[in-house]
């Protein structure tokens, strides 16, 4: 038997690294900003799905725009049906920074709410998206490791562990940790899986439709993602229905 040298045994229990040379941290900054489209008007639906298969369908208009520094975007969620939330607005301003500002508008009450961090775990207007999960969060919340690279649907995808880097980012998005597959042609995540704050996996998302909505920048939109809660067996389907990029937006 072939003894290891100490060199070999080094470069085994060295943490993976992307065959291109990137790191487990650059990926997911490449994955962070692949989505920063410069301006981008939707119409969207979303179906959720409960344990016994009764769906509820919601109808919503998006309105996005990306700030002068390139990093922070500026995001307005109009809903549009059924009657009982029509006309509920949810406001996520960026702040590369700082904490991100988040207002939901219920005109039931005729009231606009602060969100405060803690609120990032909490269900996106009965979803199973959490307000956290509607933009990406700051690569710098979670310390990131390089696992392997892995077909999925067809296509090569790195897999990536976030772990949050302090208490309070666990305790604010409710998740222990995360697995995202990242596509090593245009790095959009295929698909996640998300742990809770007693490492059960809690949820997983897929992610599909890869658009690309702005060729000189190579950004991409998924036209689809279906969230499925395993602790619940409730799911949420979000599709893109309209897309349009480069768009005046204020």
């Known amino acids: 038997v072939k003894r290891i040298t100490g060199v070999a045994l080094l470069i085994l229990t060295l943490p993976a690294m992307a065959e291109e040379g990137l790191s487990a941290q650059q990926i997911m900054q490449k994955n962070f900003f692949v989505t920063k489209v410069r301006t981008l008007k939707t119409d969207s639906t979303m179906i959720l799905i409960n344990e016994r298969g009764q769906t509820r369908e919601r109808k919503s208009t998006t309105l996005a725009k990306l700030q002068k520094n390139g990093i922070d975007s500026r995001l307005l969620v109009k809903f549009q049906s059924p009657a009982d939330i029509k006309g509920t607005g949810f406001l996520q301003i960026e702040h590369a920074n700082a904490d991100d500002d988040q207002w939901i ?15 990032k775990k909490d269900s996106f207007v009965g979803s199973d998206f959490s307000y956290g999960d509607i933009l990406l969060p700051k690569v710098e919340f979670y310390k990131h490791a390089l696992l392997r690279t892995e077909a999925l649907d067809g296509q090569d995808n790195y897999v990536i562990e976030s772990v949050p880097r302090d208490d ?3 305790r604010d998005s409710g998740y222990s940790k995360k697995f995202t597959w990242v596509r090593k042609d245009n790095f959009l995540e295929t698909k996640v899986e998300y742990y809770d704050v007693n490492e059960r996996l809690l949820k997983t998302q897929t992610i599909s439709g890869h658009k690309l909505v702005e060729p000189e920048t190579q950004r991409w939109i998924a036209m689809r993602r279906e969230m499925v809660n395993h602790q619940t067996k409730h799911k949420t389907i979000f599709t893109f229905d309209r897309i349009e990029s480069g768009v005046p937006v204020a």
Do not use: I, M, S
């Open 168 to 170: 309070n980012v666990k």
């Open 105 to 119: 508008y219920l005109p039931a009450l005729k009231k606009t709410r602060r969100l405060v961090a803690n609120n």
